[in-house]
Structure formats: C-alpha cells, structure tokens
C-alpha cells in the first residue's frame, strides 16, 4: 500500500445523482491531487492543493468540486455529471510542490456515469 | 509543445523473456524522468526517476536508461514475470513546479 487510500472504489450514479470521492494520505504530505484516468489517455491533472489551499485548476468543469478541510484529506463532489465523465480518478498527494518530488497514488475511484 | 510518447501501445511476451518499452519527450526545460507501474485496478507506482545527469537507474529487475541530449529514455525488463503484467507509464517533469507531463503508457502482458 501507499499510504494514500480512496473511497468508494466503485461508483456508479445517474446523471442526476450527487455524490462525493474521499481521499485520505497517512504520510504526513502537504500536497494533494485529483487526476482523471481515460482509457488509452494519459493522466489528466484536475485539481492541486498546497497546504489546503487549491492553487491549480485545470479547466475543469464546475459539476467537479474539490474541497481540502485539512492536509490529509481530500474530496471531489460530484453533480449532474456526463457520461464522458465516466473513467478512473485517482489521489495522489506529495510532501512540497516541486517536479522532483514523487507523487504516491491511491487505488484510485471507477466512476461509471450512466 | 509539452509532450511524452510512448511505444509501444501495448505489447505480449512470454514468462523469462526480456523486454525493453521506449519513451520519447519534448519538455523543456527537463527536471526529471520517472517510470511508474501502474497494476489494473490500482493507482501508479514509482519506479525509477532520473535527472539530467544520470544516464541509468535500476531497480531490482527494472533498468531505465536516459538520453538527455535525445531526449529518449527506455524501461527495460530482464526476466520477466507474471507480476510484471502491467501499464508502464512515462512521466517527464520540467523545472518548472507545474511542468509534470504524462506518457499515455505501454500495457505489458506477460503470458505462461
């Protein structure tokens, strides 16, 4: 294990639904990530947290919504979500900033949007 | 542009075998390069990482190389083993904290 864990590890919702992506990383790091995994894409970075505070936001749609109550927890709130919205979501979470500093995953959340 | 390439997509050999997976990257300015397996169902592990001075980095049965000049690095595989079934991705970081760019990844499968 990682050190980072993620719940639930499946998801299946209606495009109506609203529900939430936990995070939890047990490594004592002050920065987290939301990515977005698509079949045969590379890794898409959604949103970063520094110390708690949201400093990166890549263009994501609004019906995605972070939120970082304290460093070792993260979560993505979900509403009225589209079936292109379907794919893997993964935590990950870093000690600083950096490009150097290795970045831990969790398992990961497959979302299937129906 | 910003990009990592990887080749090949997708690739089947037999348990014992030695493979070696490619990576091709435009980043500038180049920080590092990591390799990651990724098992299905799971998220991504690091492997490896190399900077610009360093031209190989092994990690048990993992050996990456890195051509900084070409910009070119490889992954190879000696032995290969049931477990090595996995999607290997490439991930280049530039200087900047923000330049952290990901290869689509090679799936191996590794077959009796």
């Known amino acids: 294990e990682t050190g980072v864990t993620q719940t639930p590890r499946h998801l299946v919702m209606g495009m109506t639904n609203k529900k939430s992506l936990k995070c939890e990383q047990h490594l004592g790091h002050n920065a987290m990530y939301w990515y977005k995994q698509s079949a045969k894409k590379p890794l898409e970075l959604m949103f970063v947290?520094?110390?708690?505070?949201?400093?990166e936001n890549n263009s994501v749609p609004s019906r995605f919504s972070p939120e970082c109550p304290n460093s070792s927890h993260l979560f993505l709130h979900l509403h009225t979500l589209q079936p292109e919205d379907s794919a893997l979501y993964l935590c990950?979470?870093?000690?600083?900033?950096?490009?150097?500093?290795?970045?831990?995953f969790g398992p990961g959340t497959r979302l299937t949007v129906l | 542009k910003n990009q990592v390439e990887q080749s090949p997509q997708s690739l089947i050999i037999l348990e014992g075998k030695n493979c070696t997976l490619q990576c091709n990257y435009t980043v500038s300015p180049f920080s590092n390069l990591r390799w990651y397996k990724q098992d299905t169902g799971r998220g991504p592990v690091s492997l490896t990482i190399m900077t610009f001075s360093e031209n190989t980095k092994s990690n048990g049965r993992y050996t990456a190389t890195l051509d900084a000049d070409t910009k070119q690095s490889s992954l190879h595989i000696t032995a290969s083993q049931l477990s090595d079934s996995a999607s290997y991705i490439c991930?280049?970081?530039?200087?900047?904290?923000?330049?952290?760019?990901f290869g689509p990844g090679t799936s191996l499968s590794v077959i009796p």
């Open positions: 990950a979470s870093s000690q600083g900033r950096t490009s150097v500093n290795e970045q831990f």
């Open positions: 947290y520094s110390l708690e505070e949201r400093v």
């Open positions: 991930v280049v970081s530039g200087t900047s904290y923000d330049k952290v760019i």
